[in-house]
């Protein structure tokens, strides 16, 4: 079950992704990329988050395995789903592409150190080897090449768009579904035993996140992702 998982978890991400870039044009992305302050956003992902969850996880004791996996979590690059989330709430579409194609690149090396420090605040919890080549090797094929690709289609082959659009969305949509339906199934006597402690902790942490986001976000739809 757990191949078929990342198969499909794999496709359907590229696939979103691949149709996110059809929608979108080099200019629009490029321009999207010289706003103002999206130093804080770097700062925010690779610094703050994870300051955030390891206060989160002294404050509620949290057990060592899952501390350590909100830590790494904490320290990942945002969510190759954003651009997703971005086109359903009319936000700058341009934007996210265009961060969520460059984030794999500072996350190889940043991801790692943010990681290797946080780690320092849980007793026990060991060390764990990065290969910063393998993670942006595995970044760069299922995050900015499909994004790449799909802009690329749209500017050199502007008429396959249409016929290519909402089938890719379609299939990979399903994709998803299936796969959020399985990691469900196969996951959930994990996620009944997290206890309730660790769920408030992971719930509050993702309210502060979001208000981290928000406040960075501007003023308006155009300046976020």
């Given at each position: 079950m757990?191949t078929?998982?990342k198969?499909l ?7 979103l992704?691949?149709?996110?870039g059809?929608r979108l ?5 490029r321009q999207?990329?010289r706003?103002r302050?999206l130093?804080?956003v ?5 610094v703050a988050v994870?300051?955030l969850a390891?206060l ?14 909100m830590?790494?979590l904490?320290a990942?690059?945002f ?7 971005t ?5 700058n ?7 969520t ?8 090396l940043?991801?790692p150190?943010?990681?290797?420090i946080?780690?320092k605040a849980i ?9 910063p080549?393998?993670i942006?090797?595995v970044l760069?094929c299922?995050?900015t090449l ?7 289609v749209?500017h050199?082959l502007?008429?396959?768009r249409?016929?290519l659009?909402?089938?890719?969305e379609?299939?990979?949509e ?5 796969s959020?339906?399985?990691v ?5 006597p994990?996620?009944?035993g997290?206890?309730?402690r ?8 993702c309210e502060?996140w979001?208000v ?9 739809p155009?300046?976020?992702?």
């Amino acid at each position: 079950m757990q191949t078929t998982i990342k198969v499909l978890t794999v496709g359907s991400l590229t696939g979103l992704l691949f149709a996110v870039g059809l929608r979108l044009t080099w200019v629009e992305i490029r321009q999207a990329l010289r706003q103002r302050g999206l130093a804080w956003v770097v700062i925010a992902n690779f610094v703050a988050v994870p300051a955030l969850a390891v206060l989160a996880v002294r404050a509620f004791a949290l057990p060592r395995e899952i501390a350590v996996a909100m830590l790494l979590l904490a320290a990942a690059p945002f969510a190759p789903a954003v651009p997703i989330f971005t086109k359903l709430s009319r936000g700058n579409l341009a934007l996210a592409a265009g961060l969520t194609a460059v984030f794999p690149f500072l996350s190889a090396l940043l991801t790692p150190l943010a990681c290797v420090i946080s780690f320092k605040a849980i007793p026990g919890s060991g060390y764990v080897e990065f290969s910063p080549g393998t993670i942006l090797m595995v970044l760069f094929c299922t995050i900015t090449l499909p994004l790449t690709f799909g802009a690329a289609v749209n500017h050199w082959l502007p008429a396959w768009r249409g016929v290519l659009l909402r089938p890719v969305e379609m299939i990979s949509e399903c994709a998803g579904a299936a796969s959020l339906a399985l990691v469900t199934v196969a996951e959930l006597p994990s996620i009944l035993g997290v206890g309730g402690r660790a769920l408030l902790a992971m719930a509050l942490l993702c309210e502060a996140w979001m208000v981290l986001g928000w406040m960075l976000g501007g003023n308006g739809p155009g300046s976020r992702a």
